[in-house]
Structures are given as C-alpha cells and as structure tokens.
C-alpha cells in the first residue's frame, strides 16, 4: 500500500479503543527503528515531521525516507505521512502539494475566530487534494522546536467551544490540551503529573466519534535519563506524562497520541552510552546504529503498554 490518510485509522481506533502513535522523525535512523517496531507488532503508525525537522532535513529527504518504509515493510502496515504543527497555510499548502497525507494546522495562539479562519482555510485546500487536517483548540505549555508556550499562558480546551469549532472549520480531527506538555522538562520535581480525563470525557460527549488528538504526550523514561546523565549528560529534573494516563485515554476518544521528546532520549542514551564505553570509535554507523536499537524499544514499548495498537494494522 502507498502512504495512507489516517481516516481509516482514526475510524478503527476510536471504536477499537486505541491510539495511534504519531513519532516525530528526523533522520533515517529514526524512521527506521519506528517503522520495524511496528511493523514487527503489526501497528499503524504515523510518521510525523516537524518545523524543525523539515529545516534539518529537508522535506524531500524525510518524505523519501518515510516512503522507503513502506517499501522496507513490504507494504504490510498502513504509514501515514504528517505535518505537525504547521504554522500557517503556506506551510501547509506546500506540504500537501508535496505528497504529505495528513496536515496539522497549529492556529491554538490565535483569537478564536482567527484559529477558525486559518483552519478552515487549510481543511478547504487540503479535501480537494484528498489530505485530512487536524487543528488545535487551547494551548500547551513546553518547548519543542518552533514550538514555545509558557506555563502560565497555556490554557485548557474549553468544551463549550470544540462543536462550534469543528463545525465551522470542517477539519478531521483536533488536538485538545489537557495537561500534557511539549518537551523532557514538562513539569517541576515533586509534582503530580495528570490529564485531565474529565475535560476529555466532557469534550468526547460533545464530538461523539470523532478523533480527539494528544500532543506533549512523552512519558521521559527515567532508565534512559539516567543512561545519558552516567555518560557525561547533564538532564536534571526531566519529568513526562505518566503512561497509565495516556493508556486511559487512548481508551477513550484520543485516536493520535503524538511522541519526540522520549525518541530524542533513546537516540542519545545510545549514542553517549556508545561513545564513553569505545572512545576509539568514529564510525557513525556503530554508535547510530545503537541509538536506532533504544528508539526501536521505545517505540515497541508504546505500541504495546500505552497506544494499544499492536495487530491493529
């Protein structure tokens, strides 16, 4: 199968109660270890490319990547190719012109009706080409490439607003803010990191059937912090979403749970881990190849204790 649309995912996950993962890729290391996790679990999987990683690696090179996925899975899985965070039509109309199947709209700064405008304007665009968009209602707090929301202007989706936003933006699924955050540091030591579930459960009555996206939703697995920090790091006071939460709500209506920060954690910890036990080495291939094998137990790690989408595909 070529590059599919996630609408046929989204169907099977919302009444499957799962969630597919959305992991950001940067380079060809990483798309690999993503796409034989799932192919190995027979998972869908999105594949999703950020401001950042389109600056670093250029979109033909990432699309070509994800494309030789599919190849390498022998088209067995369905890879859905992603913007995330797009921020403003242009940057949309130009991904969807260039073979992505799936678009995100970030509007969430923007006055309300503006959000809708813009939203619209790219769901409009992006249905004659056959690409399904998805856009942000309220505001995540964390830092992660172009993405920069302070804690104390971040702000919860209000319920009372999510139809008329659909509605009058037709786009195909929205990503609320309920408590995650972008980024390793997403909250002070000591905290009690939670979603809020009733504003989920409240949003999903609202907008029956209809996919409910998570961003910000890394866990920051403590085993590879501290795989980094014994190996020259210094990731003090890295703390995520616990993954017990995320799994009641892929439960419920989240059909996308999006994941960077903990793939960027596993490439690391196999590098540095790499690197300060052979000093001798200079061959990229060797200390690459063991960051790739910590993203791939990640990402199968994901699949089966947090999304639920293994046999899914």
Partial sequence: MPLVTTTEMFKKAYDGGYAIGAFNVNNMEIVQAITEAAWELHSPVILQ????????????????????????????????LHLDHGADFEVCKD?????????????????????????????????????????ELGTLAGVEDDVNVAAETAQYTDPDQVVEFVERTGVDSLAIAIGTSHGAYKFKPGTDPHIRLDILEEISKRLPGFPIVLHGSSSVPQEYVKIINSNGGALQDAIGIPEDQLREAAKRAVCKINIDSDLRLGMTAGIREHMAAHPDHFDPRQYLADGRTYVKDIVHNKIINVLGSENKA
């Fill in 49 to 80: 490319a950020s401001a950042g990683a389109r600056k670093y690696a250029k979109q033909a090179y990432l699309k070509h990547l994800v494309e030789a996925a599919v190849e390498a899975t022998n088209n067995e899985i369905p890879i859905a």
């Fill in 95 to 135: 991904c969807i012109d260039h073979g992505f199947t799936s678009v995100m709209i970030d509007g969430s700064s923007r006055p309300f009706d503006d959000n809708v405008a813009v939203s619209k304007q790219v769901a409009d665009y992006a249905h004659e080409k056959g690409v399904v968009v998805e856009a």
